[in-house]
């Protein structure tokens, strides 16, 4: 009996800090941005907004873009990435049918004339998935 009780401790030891390491990460939070740029989630929030007042489908496309950002090399806008060939992510045949994409645009362009260079393309991505679920939780 005395016998499992090291590995069962190790096991949990393991499990615990592994859960400590995860929650490490930089992630976005509420507010984040209210010191640098205030209003920024406000303004995300009024994007999403805007486009689902005109096409509610867009709620949904805005998760799976979060998801096609985030799925292989974590968050880093690059699905917003263009180039003049075919080699952009956005170009990419797993990428077909991403929409949302004018949803981050406008969002970044008000935000840049608020304040440059603050709220990154990630986050915006980010806030705007956030905003879509929160949408689709309310009008249920």
């Keep these: ?6 590995p069962a401790a190790l096991t949990v030891a393991f499990l615990l800090l592994l859960g400590t390491i995860s929650a490490a990460h930089g992630q976005l939070q509420t507010g984040f941005y209210s010191d640098s740029c205030p209003g920024a989630e406000d303004i995300v929030t009024a994007a999403v907004q805007e486009a689902a007042a005109s096409d509610a489908t867009i709620l949904p496309a805005l998760v799976r873009l979060q998801f096609h950002d985030c799925f292989v090399r974590g968050c880093d806008a690059s699905v917003l990435i263009t180039s003049a060939g075919s080699a952009a992510e956005v170009n990419n045949n797993k990428h077909q049918g991403l929409r949302g994409l004018d949803v981050v645009d406008r969002a970044k362009a ?14 915006i991505i980010a806030l705007a998935a956030r905003d879509a679920i929160a949408m689709v939780r309310t009008s249920c």
């Design 1 to 6: 009996m005395a016998d499992g009780v090291l």
């Design 110 to 123: 008000e935000l840049e004339e608020q304040c440059p260079g603050v709220v990154s393309c990630a986050d």
